[in-house]
């Protein structure tokens, strides 16, 4: 058996074919030639800047975070000797004041909803046909139908056993009037 050399596709296509671009360049660390015939020296100016950057952002942010965390403590410590003393003013009336709000955007939503619901009702009843108008017809036909089915099952039924009182009762003999 004879050896084959497999070939694979880098060889065939050489690896020069597919270069890397972007964000995958500076990633590997890889150096280029731009149309200008800029190379190496660029390449690194701009990591530096990129560097520069993130630093001056991650440095601002982490300042402001930890601003808020000392100004939250400071906050914390002068008023929860406070709330100690007003505690039993302050929580019936936040309560108070929660079921208020909640009461009172309740109410509102209900209300919202009701126009809605009328406005609703008063376009299906001058004949426009607002959104859902067909399903609710289609759920009124297929109600009337099955209303219809039972309606005419009740009288077939109920025929039916009147009739089989009368077929008992004359072979018994007797009469039963109604």
């Known amino acids: 058996m004879a050896d084959t050399a497999r070939t694979t596709h880098h060889d065939i296509v050489g ?7 972007g964000r995958d360049r500076d990633q590997y660390g890889l150096q280029y030639r731009d149309q200008y015939g800029r190379g190496g020296d ?4 701009r990591q530096i800047a990129k560097a520069a950057t993130a630093v001056t952002a991650g440095g601002s942010l982490l300042v402001l975070s930890s601003l808020t965390l ?11 000797p406070l709330l100690v003393i007003f ?9 108070t004041v ?9 109410s509102g939503g209900f209300g919202i909803a009701a126009i809605t619901v009328f406005s609703w ?13 067909d399903r609710l ?29 009368h077929d008992r009762d004359r072979t018994r003999g007797t009469q039963h009037t109604t």
Do not use: C, N, W
């Open 42 to 45: 660029y390449s690194k100016s």
């Open 15 to 21: 690896r020069d074919q597919y270069p890397i671009v």
């Open 70 to 80: 000392v100004g939250t403590v400071i906050a914390l410590t002068v008023a929860t």
């Open 121 to 133: 009702m008063y376009k299906y009843a001058t004949g426009e046909h607002p959104q859902g108008s």
């Open 137 to 165: 017809d289609s759920a009124r036909m297929k109600l009337g139908s099955k209303a219809q089915d039972l309606k005419d099952r009740a009288s077939y039924y109920g025929q039916q056993q009147h009739t089989g009182e």
């Open 87 to 95: 505690s039993p003013i302050l929580v019936p009336a936040l309560i």
């Open 98 to 106: 929660a079921l208020i709000v909640t009461g009172f955007l309740s």
